[in-house]
């Protein structure tokens, strides 16, 4: 059984940052891959990032969406069974609801929602121009 919980979301201007945290409770499951991905009202799902890892890696191999990659960026704490979203230079297109997932995706479904298992309720992120 997976557990995700998210936190972090809130309302800020355009230009400004926000970090996002998924804690991961993980019992009688492997993992190998913790992303986030968004949703915007009215649209569908769309992959944000993700961190994959191999045997006891405490990091991992990130991944990200064109439209976010240089402004977002993706870390893990192995100990904490956590990982972060840290969004910089937030543009209002970047307002959604943010989903932390896990799963054991293969590298062509890295991006895709069938590659994960587990989800967390999400955190409302909302960006003012």
């Known amino acids: 059984q997976v557990q995700l919980v998210e936190s972090g979301g809130g309302l800020v201007q355009a230009g400004d940052s926000l970090r996002l945290s998924c804690a991961a409770s993980i019992s009688g499951y492997s993992i190998n891959a913790l992303a986030w991905f968004r949703q915007a009202s009215g649209k569908e799902r769309e992959f944000v990032g993700s961190i994959r890892w191999s045997g006891g890696q405490s990091g991992g191999s990130t991944y990200y969406a064109d439209s976010v990659k240089g402004r977002f960026s993706i870390s893990r704490d192995k100990a904490k069974s956590a990982i972060y979203l840290q969004m910089n230079t937030l543009k209002p297109e970047d307002t959604a609801v943010y989903y932390c997932?896990?799963?054991?995706?293969?590298?062509?479904?890295?991006?895709?929602?069938?590659?994960?298992?587990?989800w967390g309720q999400g955190t409302q992120v909302t960006v003012s121009s």
């Open positions: 997932a896990a799963g054991r995706p293969i590298l062509s479904s890295i991006a895709s929602t069938r590659g994960y298992t587990s």
